[in-house]
Each structure stands twice: as structure tokens, then as C-alpha cells.
């Protein structure tokens, strides 16, 4: 049944073959159904519009579960949400003069009327503390009040001295003051499809003028400005990524063809995938919308492999039947399309471990468009190259001869300096992996932009006038209630906070305990803002001082407090420096306090390291995923990690590349691995594919090393660059994780190309592989172990890999394979056919014996001694020939084999010796 | 940062006008009592303005000294609960009929002792108050009246409003409508004030009593962000006074919620002026 099966599978390849290319009318013709089919799907054309919806948010960008996130709901719902605020700064010689002063309230009042606008505080907006001495006024900043140059020099008095309000509002200079927006949109979808965070930017910026200038930032601008500039990105992406890769095909093949083909098939490509989505009710995000360009440049790939067959094919005189070429060409490239097809959706849909939902359903969506493109790569493209090729042409492909010669010389060079190529592609493995060490995990949200774009500009200018933007919070917990009406309580939150301030990265502190110093001084009419020194006193103050931005600080027990930070840095890297260090501090407090940081940042940082380790994961997942599938492919656990070992080299390159250039590990670098693991393997599957039929049909490595790289240089140059030129479209864009995106992936495939010409066929022309394809489809004939007594013991498997590890040969009648006296070398086996052994006795010929199935000869010259006889086929012979070198490679890949091979060999010599103790050794 | 100890008089003013209309002699049972020429003349439910209504509100206020006892439970976003004891002197000016209003409070043990005075003297308020634990009275204005106080959801503006005290702002008669089988007027204000949380005030008056039994307060976009529910079941009559006793106030921005626990009322005809002077209020001049 084993030798059955591969006979029905290889007939039922050809005949799926045949039968997709004897009716290539009614493939187009489904597919055309189909298609239009998504269409309905996809668009609603009685309402003309897209029944996909779009969420641009970075919602799905959150990993969920992380450590801090209790936390932050332990804020949220005790203190409310108080920290999510836009922050609009107005630059001015002096800030207190009654122009900038109109000029401020006037843009308070247009923000406090946008809507999604909650709440806006600013020096004319929020009550001020006024007067002494037994009054107490607090007003707000009236227009009338503008002008009364003594009122406002008492006002700046009053805030400079006020510990809570010191350097809020108004900077100590007074060349700054601030306006705080907070939102009440409930997600960042909400705001950014309220586009309330446009409306203030734009509201704000009206007021930017000779005299005055304006920065507005928050985590609010930063996370729409991404989600707009991610958004226009992908309006231009697609469509200059197809016109630059229709560019290149068109340079490639030259032909109408070789361009509208590769682009209607990734359409339709696209649009099924498209569809799929839509019918899933599922919108399309930032990640999921990766997906077009991926899917769009993979399948341009796939398409430059298949065209580059067919024009071979085209150019093959004797394949003069459409049919049968489009038959033949099924034939050659099914195998590694699938496979590649195969290796590509492991590679991303090993995101599926990812932590984020939104790269969940990246690897899915992802995986489903490579299935429906290599269907359509392998019915489509040969249905319609069937249909609309007509003539065979006369010329060349371009550059052809460039590609021969050149691959011919590299594929030599490649084999001759073997082991120098391995010893530098090893030395850069190693220095890459020792490099990889020294990455960090890091990320950063503002630095995404471009120096000198407008975000980033208003963010540094915000956070070196106000002491910085992203913010941060200390929860504390007591063991009892009332815990923070103690004075020692309050000493312990001041020390804190004391030295919170003096940490760098740290630009604003706020916590309860200057809330009291405040209160203390305006309550009491104290002139020493001074921490309340009784239990009474505190509880009192904050009784009579409660607001709502108390109740942000403090819950009602007073056992729960916060401490506000606002970070001047945005690297998660640093951040999570800081955090780390806070965490030591906090391990200082007394044991009646309970204390962990939480807030934007908090999660900002733990969501880089889970989106990160998740992805390192999936990379780790899709090598090993990889690995296996080409242990399969070569029937050996060891050959599939040498095959793997190109794959290997490439991503120590990338995380060497990483950490040479200080590039910090991320969600965005880390998926560069992921997807371009899956894209650049599959030039070396190609490879190995071919090498594999040249090593069979040559019967040498080094000779089929050369020619595999022959018939791949071409398409794998071709593929890498439309998948480079892709990724380098996205170069363009504003941001600079997607910048970086674009170059690193460029730079990995760069590299996969270098590995693929130069290192793969160097390594490999010293590796004999057996695939299971070819194991599977090689007849020994029956009964193999009782036949054989070479193979006795060993599966039917076993035998035919030992089989393939040496070379099959078909011998017809009369040829001569061991001449007497020649030095000893090869031992045969027959596998079926008849041998006869002979010498000259006193100058006539003596048969010696005749071997059948199952005989071997030539191993007494295996064992060193010269050949004692001849032996000559006597019908067409089928042999089994192997030599020392072959016997070194099956012990080192197939020890058991080789040990069973030893063991039988030693029997056969000593039946033969006992029976035959008067015949002569050949 | 924005205190809102101002506007507690708001608040004390409030309860004081809510529970005027129930009092009874000091030092017997208590036993409900109107004010003598309180009330006010019954309205033509279709043709009613706006003035009209607002004075047949304020006809349900006492006009004489009292004491009260209320209680402020409030429920904190996380659930947690905190209440508040206070006792409430309100005793009008003779002549004018201006309010007066002493608030001292009980419990907490820490808190035991702080007390405010609100007196009115020609339409402006003065606000006083006294921190035991620095033994000093501050003088306080300001006019930051939206912001919740004392840690409940109520703010001096929201109670004066619904009572009708001092709606600053622009009111009209809209749709009259039907809550719980009783016909209500329906007021709507805009407030005068730039208030950050809302901006339009709708109070629900029942025709028959004139008690503003309901206040929706609505933000620019017209959202219901707080709501102040009186418990019908408490809307009692004793002619010609109307009043509740019951009442309870949503900050659906905050997710939190306050009750407001009214005790009977003590009239105390000889209330020492004392607990209405600045420099003594805070003394125990019973």
C-alpha cells in the first residue's frame, strides 16, 4: 500500500491539473461569481456605501489584561477619570498683560462650547483665591478685571505662593499659561469620531499669532493624530504600492500580461478578503488594516513566481500545447506555492497567541487572504494566462542572460568557497546574536512623529513650559480607615512626593498633601503653607474644602489616596526605568500603606512588553512551525534544521540589526519579524525545491546547488524586490514607527535575499536531502526488507531514505561497473536486474557468480582493497550506489540506519565468506 | 482647587425653607405648624407664568426661628457610603423676612463642631464659617456655585434652584406634563452662570402643592447629568403649607448619589440672636 499511495497522490495533482487546465473558462467563470458575489457583500450599492465600517481608534491597540488594569479600574472607579485631558498652552512676553488675558478668555470660552468638551480650566475659569486677614474670596478672573494692573499683580502674588496652584496655570515666569481641557468623549473612538480633539487643535490654533503662540497636546491629540495619520496613510498606501510594483513587473516581464495579471489577482484577492471581513460584522482597525498592503505584495509575489514559469514554459519548444503548458506549469509550481502559500500563513497566524485582539484578528484575517490568494494563483492565473496567451514569443525575458550568467558565477562562487561563506554567514550569526542582547524593549507614542511635525513640536514645547504631559498615578491604599487624616500618614505621602520630584523623567508632582498645604493656608489665614499638624485640623479642611478635584485625590474614607505625576517622557524604555525605581521606593512606606502605580503610562509601558513578548512568542512559534514543516518536507528532524538554518540566520540578522543600530523591540518591530519570517521562508523553500530535483536528477549537490539557484535567482531577486519596494512605500508616511517599519522590512528581505544567493546554496551543496515526496515515490520494489538482506531490519521508509541518501542508477546490459583492478570505492546493491562478476583466468573469462535482487557487490573495495574482478550489467540493471562519503552522511543524519546498514553488511560478508571460501572477493 | 465651602449655604437655605413648613414647638412633640400668612393663592393651571408659580413655590416656606436635624448620606462612586449630621438654625430677619441660617455639624466626631452662618442683608449674601480645630472664622464669597460640596452630589445651586430661591437665569413655561397620576408644571432655565456641568435646569412643580418635586439638570447638548428626586410618598400637606421630607440627588456624570434624610422641625420662637452674629455663631447660644 505505501508504494500505492504516492502513485495516487502524483495522479491526483496531475489530474487536478489537467482538469484546471483543460477549463480555464469555467474557472474564470466561477471566480467571476464569486467575486461579484463579495462585491454584494462588500458593498451596498442601494445605499452606495461600503458595508465595512472602519474603526480608526487605537482602542484595539490596548492589550487587555494587563498587570496595571485593576489598578486603573481601582482609580477610575474610586477617583474618577481626571488625568485624559488635552493641554492647550499660550506663549506670550507676559501672559498677565489684559490683551493676552482677553485673548485666553476668549479661547477658554470657544473650547468650553465645543461639544465632547466637559470641562475647561483655565486662568479666567476656575475661582482664584483672593484678600486676607479674615476674607477669603474666591472669584473667578473677570473681563472688567483685566485691566486692573494692581488686582492682577496681587492675583500672580497669590498663585505663585499657592503650593497647588503654583506653576499650573501660569508658569513662575508668566510667559506661560495653560488651559485644561478635559473631554467627556468615554474611549478614544468616542473622541475620534466626535472629532472633538481636531476641533480644539484647530479652535486653538486660531489664536496663534505674532504676539501669541499656541501648543496644544495630551494624550487625547496624540492618539487621534496617530489615528488620522494612520488613516490618511492607508488612503495612499495601497494604490502606491501596486503602482510601484506594477512598476517593477512591468520592467520584469515586459508585457501587458506580466502587470494586469499579478494586479487582478490580488484584487480579487483583496476583495474577497475584504468581503469575508464584512460578512464577519467585524470593522477594520488600525492593525487589521495592515492587511491590504500585505496581502497586496505577498500576492504579487506569488504571481512573480508563477509568470516567471510560465515564461519559461513559454519559451520550452517542446511544450507547444496551451493546455498542456498550463498542465505542466500547475505541476511545477503547486508544491512550492502551496508551501510558501502554507509557511506565510503560519508565519502571521502565529499572532494568534498575541495578547491584542486586534493582531488576533490581524493573523486571521491575514492567514484568510493568503488561502484565497494561493487559490487564486493557482486557478486564476493559469486560467487566464491559458485563455489570453496566443503567441510564443521570440525574445528572451529582460535581462535574462544577466540573470544566467550572473547566477551561474554566484552559484559557483557559492560552491567553491563553501566553507569561507559558512564560516562568515556563522561569525555574523554569532556577532548578530551577541548584538541581539543589548535591545530594548521600548516604545514611544509622541516620538512616532516626525521632529518636526506639528504633534511633536506642541508636545515639547508643552512639556518644557508646564513640566511634562503623560501622565502617571500612585495609588495608596491604607490599612484603615481614616489612615490619611494622621499627621505621620501625611508626612509619609509628603516625603514621597518629595522625592518623586527629584527623579528624572518626573516633571509635575500633585498630591493630597498640597491640596492641604493649600487649604491650611487659605482656610486658616495662615501665611506658611504649611501640612495641618492634627488629625481635627485635616479632616476639617477637608471638609470644608471639597470639590470635586479633591475627591479626584482622596475617597471619602480617607483611607484611598492618589498621587498625580505628569512624566516629560514618552519612551516606555525610560519609563520603565522610572517605574522600576518608584516600585523600590514605594517598598519603603510604612506597612500601613499599600501603594502601585497606575495611569497612561503605567499602561502605556506594560502594554509595549505584553504586545512585544506576545509577538517574540509567535516568532519563536512560526520558527518552530516552520521548522516542522520542513522536517516533513525532507523527512528528517536534523535536515529540516539545517533547511531552517537560512530562516534562522536571516531573523539573527534582523534582531542583530536591532541592537546594532539601538532600535528598540516593539509591537511595530516585532511584527516586521513575524510577517517577513513568513514572506522571505518561502524563497527558500523555492530553493530547496529545486535543489532537490536537480541534486535527484544530477546526482550531485554541488551541481544542482548551482542549478537550483539557476532557475530561482530570478523570481526570488524579482519577488524580494516587489516586497521591499512594498514595504519601502511605506518610508513615506508621517510616522515614524511605520517609517521604521518600512526600512527594517525592506533591510530583513535585503538580507533574506543575501542569505538565499549566497549562503543557502553554499550550505546546501554539502547537504544531501531526502524529501518525503521523493521517499514516498521511490519503488524498491516488494517486499524490500526480505529481498534485500542490505535492508533487513529497517521499515519500508528507512530503506528508501537510505536509498535516496545514495544514488539510484539504471545501468542497461553489457556496461561494466567495477573493472579488476581498479582502486576500491563504491559498493552496489541491485535493486533489480542481473549482474554478472567475471575475471580472466589463463586469458579466458570466468564468471565468478551473478547477482540478483538483493546482491551487493564492491564491498571488499569498500573495505580499501583493489577491485579483484569485473562486474558487468547482464539486462537492464536498477543499482543502489553509495560510497564512504555517502555512508559518513547517513551515519551523522540517520545513525540508526547507518548502524543497520553496518550490521547487515557485516553478515553479508560473513554468509559470503563461509559459503564462498574458494571464490575470489570482488 | 476650586473650594465650594461657599455654597453651603445654598444647601442650608434650602433645607431649612424645605422643612420650615413642618415645625413644631421646641421641647414638646414636634407637631406640624404653618407660619402664620405663609401659603400662597391657588393658580389657574393653564394660565399660570412663571412669577406666578415661584411665588406659590415660596408660599410654602416658614417664616420663624427653628431647628432641624438632617442627615446627608452619600454614596461615593465605589460604592462606599458616608453620612453627614447636621443641625440647622433658620430664623428670617424680622422686618425684611431675609434668610438666616446657621449650619453646625454634629457628626463626624472630627468634624463635630464646624459650623456656617449665612445671613442676606439687601440681597447679598454673607457667608461665614468656623473650623474648630484652628479656632477661627473666615469670611468667605466667591462664585463658583455648581461644584458639589461636602462630598455629596449637591451643590448650592442645584437646591436653590429647585427651590425657586434664586434661579439666576431665564425661565420658561414649557409642556406641562403628568408624573405618577399628579399634574406638574414644567419650568426650564437657562442659567445665567457659565456653569461647567449643565446649563439648563428643568424643574418639575406639582400644580396642586407647588413643591418642585423633581430637577433635571441638562449639559449644553441637552444630556441629563444630575437629577434631584423628591419622594412623592412624602409630599404631606398641612394647610396651607405643602413640603417632602425625602429626597434624593443622581450625579449620573460621577456615578454617585445622595439622601437627604429630613428630621421633624422644632420651632424656636426665642432662638438667641447669637447663632446669627458672626463673631459668636459658632457658640452654642441655644
New interface residues.
Given amino acids: 500500500m505505501a508504494t500505492a499511495a504516492p502513485a495516487d497522490t502524483a495522479a491526483r495533482r496531475g489530474s487536478l491539473a489537467a482538469w484546471i487546465a483543460e477549463r480555464p473558462r469555467l474557472i474564470v467563470v466561477l471566480i467571476t461569481l464569486l467575486s461579484l458575489a463579495a462585491l454584494l457583500q462588500l458593498v451596498d450599492f442601494r445605499e452606495q456605501r461600503l458595508r465595512l465600517t472602519v474603526d480608526a481608534s487605537l482602542d484595539p491597540m490596548i492589550a487587555p489584561n494587563l498587570p496595571a488594569q485593576p489598578v486603573d479600574d ?1 482609580v477610575h ?4 477619570a481626571a488625568d485624559d485631558a488635552v493641554l492647550v498652552l499660550l506663549q506670550a512676553a507676559d501672559v498677565y498683560s489684559p490683551a493676552v488675558l482677553r485673548q485666553l478668555d476668549e479661547l477658554s ?1 470657544a473650547l ?2 465645543l ?1 465632547g468638551v ?3 480650566q483655565s486662568l479666567t ?3 482664584l483665591p483672593r484678600g486676607g486677614d ?7 478672573l473677570k473681563p472688567s478685571e483685566f485691566d486692573d494692573a494692581a488686582l492682577i499683580a496681587a492675583l500672580r502674588r497669590s498663585l505663585d505662593a499657592d503650593p ?2 503654583r506653576g499650573q496655570l501660569v508658569t513662575l515666569d508668566g510667559r506661560s499659561a495653560a488651559i485644561r481641557v478635559a473631554l ?1 468623549t468615554r474611549s478614544d473612538r468616542d473622541t475620534l469620531e466626535s472629532g472633538v480633539a481636531e476641533a480644539i487643535r484647530q479652535t486653538a490654533h486660531r489664536f496663534d499669532g505674532p504676539d501669541l503662540s499656541i501648543a496644544v497636546t495630551g494624550m487625547p491629540i496624540v492618539r487621534d493624530a496617530t489615528s488620522r495619520a494612520v488613516l490618511d496613510q492607508l488612503g495612499w498606501t495601497v494604490p502606491a504600492i501596486v503602482l510601484v510594483l506594477a512598476g517593477l513587473l512591468a520592467l520584469a516581464f515586459r508585457s501587458w500580461r506580466g502587470v494586469w495579471l499579478p494586479l487582478l489577482t490580488i484584487s480579487l484577492a483583496l476583495l474577497w478578503t475584504m468581503a469575508t471581513l464584512s460578512a464577519s460584522g467585524r470593522p477594520l482597525n488600525l492593525i487589521t488594516s495592515l492587511v491590504p498592503p500585505l496581502l497586496a505584495t505577498m500576492g504579487l509575489a506569488y504571481c512573480a513566481h508563477v509568470l516567471t514559469d510560465f515564461e519559461a514554459l513559454l519559451r520550452e519548444p517542446r511544450i507547444r500545447d496551451r493546455s498542456k503548458r498550463i498542465e505542466h506549469l500547475l505541476r511545477d509550481v503547486t508544491g512550492p506555492v502551496v508551501l510558501t502559500g502554507f509557511t506565510t500563513g503560519v508565519g502571521v497566524l502565529a499572532l494568534v497567541t498575541n495578547d491584542l485582539p486586534a493582531i488576533r484578528e490581524f493573523a486571521l484575517l491575514s492567514s484568510l487572504g493568503v488561502v484565497y490568494t494561493v487559490l487564486l494563483v493557482l486557478t486564476f492565473v493559469p486560467a487566464m494566462l491559458g485563455l489570453t496567451t496566443r503567441r510564443t514569443p521570440r525574445q528572451p525575458l529582460p535581462a535574462d542572460r544577466l540573470f544566467r550568467n550572473g547566477s551561474a558565477m554566484i552559484g559557483r562562487f557559492d560552491v567553491v568557497n563553501r566553507r569561507r561563506i559558512l564560516w562568515v554567514a556563522s561569525a555574523i550569526g554569532v556577532a548578530a546574536v551577541l548584538l541581539a542582547t543589548r535591545i530594548d524593549v521600548g516604545d514611544r507614542f509622541v516620538g512616532a512623529f516626525s521632529a518636526g511635525s506639528e504633534v511633536r513640536r506642541d508636545y515639547e514645547r508643552v512639556n518644557t513650559a508646564l513640566g511634562g504631559v503623560t501622565p502617571l498615578s500612585i495609588l495608596i491604599d491604607g490599612a484603615v480607615p ?1 489612615l490619611f ?1 494622621e499627621p505621620e500618614s501625611l508626612q509619609e505621602l509628603d516625603a514621597l512626593q518629595a522625592w518623586l520630584r527629584q527623579q528624572p523623567g518626573v516633571g509635575t508632582v500633585t498630591g493630597i498633601t498640597d ?1 492641604l498645604r ?2 491650611n493656608r ?4 495662615s501665611d506658611v503653607a504649611a501640612l ?1 499638624d ?4 485635616t ?3 477637608l ?7 479633591l ?1 479626584q485625590l482622596i ?3 480617607r483611607q484611598s489616596t492618589l498621587i498625580n505625576l505628569r512624566l516629560t517622557i514618552d519612551d516606555t524604555a525610560e519609563i520603565g526605568d522610572l517605574l522600576a525605581r518608584i516600585e523600590q521606593r514605594l517598598q519603603q512606606l510604612p506597612k500601613s500603606m499599600h501603594a502601585q502605580a497606575s495611569g497612561e503610562a503605567v499602561l502605556m509601558t506594560q502594554s509595549v512588553h505584553a504586545v512585544t513578548s506576545g509577538q517574540l512568542q509567535s516568532i519563536a512559534l512560526a520558527l518552530g512551525v516552520i521548522y516542522l514543516c520542513l522536517a516533513i518536507q525532507f523527512a528528517s528532524p536534523w535536515v529540516g534544521l539545517l533547511a531552517s538554518l537560512p530562516t534562522l540566520l536571516q531573523t539573527a540578522l534582523y534582531f542583530g540589526a536591532l541592537g546594532l543600530f539601538g532600535v528598540k523591540l516593539n509591537a511595530s518591530t516585532s511584527l516586521v519579524e513575524c510577517l517577513v519570517l513568513g514572506l522571505a521562508v518561502d524563497d527558500t523553500i523555492h530553493y530547496l525545491s529545486r535543489f532537490n530535483t536537480a541534486a535527484r536528477r544530477t546526482a550531485s549537490e554541488t551541481t544542482a546547488a548551482v542549478s537550483a539557484l539557476q532557475a530561482v535567482l530570478r523570481p526570488i531577486t524579482l519577488t524580494k524586490a516587489i516586497l521591499a519596494a512594498g514595504f519601502l512605500v511605506l518610508t513615506t508616511g508621517e510616522l515614524q514607527n511605520q517609517v521604521l517599519f518600512g526600512w527594517l522590512a525592506a533591510f530583513t528581505l535585503a538580507c533574506a535575499w543575501l542569505v538565499d544567493v549566497f549562503v543557502t546554496p553554499a550550505f546546501i551543496s554539502g547537504v544531501r536531502v531526502v524529501t518525503l515526496w521523493d521517499s514516498l515515490r521511490l519503488n524498491l520494489g516488494a517486499n524490500v526488507q526480505g529481498t534485500i538482506p542490505l535492508f533487513a531490519g529497517l521499515s519500508s521508509r528507512e530503506a528508501r531514505i537510505f536509498a535516496l541518501m545514495s544514488r539510484v542508477e539504471v545501468v542497461p546490459a553489457g556496461v561494466l561497473i567495477i573493472r579488476e583492478g581498479d582502486p576500491g570505492g563504491d559498493i552496489f546493491i541491485v535493486i533489480d536486474g542481473k549482474l554478472a562478476v567475471w575475471t580472466y583466468r589463463d586469458g579466458e573469462r570466468v564468471v565468478l557468480n551473478q547477482h540478483k535482487r538483493g546482491g551487493v557487490v564492491g564491498e571488499a573495495g569498500y573495505f580499501g582493497q583493489k577491485r579483484m574482478a569485473n562486474v558487468e550489467t547482464l539486462s537492464k540493471t536498477r543499482l543502489l550506489r553509495f560510497d564512504d562519503a555517502d555512508q559518513e552522511l547517513i551515519c551523522r543524519r540517520y545513525p540508526r540506519i547507518a548502524a543497520r546498514i553496518f550490521l547487515n553488511m557485516n553478515r553479508i560478508q560473513a554468509e559470503r565468506r563461509a559459503r564462498d571460501t574458494a571464490m575470489p572477493a570482488t | 482647587m476650586k473650594s465650594a465651602f461657599v455654597r453651603v449655604s445654598g444647601l442650608a437655605l434650602l433645607l431649612a425653607s424645605t422643612a420650615a413648613a413642618a415645625a413644631s414647638p421646641a421641647g414638646n412633640k414636634p407637631v406640624p405648624t404653618a407660619a402664620p400668612g405663609a401659603g400662597s393663592p391657588p393658580l389657574n393651571a393653564f394660565a399660570a407664568t412663571v412669577e406666578e408659580i415661584n411665588v406659590c413655590t415660596r408660599g410654602n416656606l416658614a417664616d420663624r426661628g427653628s431647628l432641624r436635624d438632617v442627615t446627608l448620606t452619600s454614596k461615593a462612586r465605589d460604592g462606599k457610603e458616608r453620612a453627614l449630621k447636621l443641625k440647622l438654625f433658620w430664623k428670617p430677619v424680622k422686618d425684611t423676612g431675609e434668610a438666616r441660617l446657621n449650619v453646625r455639624v454634629t457628626e463626624p466626631k472630627d468634624l463635630a463642631g464646624s459650623s456656617y452662618l449665612l445671613v442676606r442683608s439687601e440681597g447679598q449674601e454673607q457667608i461665614y464659617f468656623y473650623l474648630p480645630a484652628a479656632n477661627k472664622v473666615q469670611q468667605v464669597s466667591g462664585d463658583d456655585l455648581n461644584r458639589p460640596l461636602w462630598g455629596t452630589d449637591l451643590s448650592y445651586t442645584d437646591l436653590k434652584q429647585l427651590q425657586g430661591l434664586a434661579a439666576n437665569g431665564t425661565t420658561k413655561r414649557i409642556n406641562d406634563t403628568v408624573i405618577a397620576g399628579r399634574a406638574h408644571y414644567v419650568l426650564e432655565t437657562q442659567l445665567a452662570d457659565a456653569a461647567p456641568q449643565y446649563a439648563t435646569l428643568r424643574t418639575y412643580v406639582d400644580q396642586q402643592s407647588c413643591v418642585p418635586m423633581r430637577s433635571d439638570f441638562l449639559d449644553g447638548s441637552g444630556k441629563l447629568v444630575k437629577q434631584l428626586q423628591a419622594d412623592a410618598a412624602t409630599l404631606s400637606e398641612l394647610s396651607p403649607y405643602w413640603f417632602v421630607t425625602h429626597y434624593a440627588m443622581k450625579d449620573l456624570a460621577r456615578n454617585s448619589e445622595t439622601q437627604i434624610e429630613l428630621s421633624d422641625i422644632y420651632l424656636l420662637e426665642r432662638l438667641s440672636e447669637k447663632n446669627f452674629a458672626p463673631a459668636t455663631f459658632y457658640l452654642k447660644n441655644e
Fill in positions: 481601582i472607579a474610586r477617583f474618577g470660552r468650553a462650547a461639544p466637559a470641562e475647561v475659569r476656575v475661582p479674615g476674607q477669603l474670596s474666591l472669584r473667578r497647588l496652584l467627556s481614616e487624616l491640596h493649600s487649604l487659605l482656610l486658616t489665614g495641618p492634627s488629625r481635627e485640623l479632616s476639617q479642611l471638609f470644608f474644602g471639597d470639590t470635586d478635584t475627591s475617597d471619602s474614607d
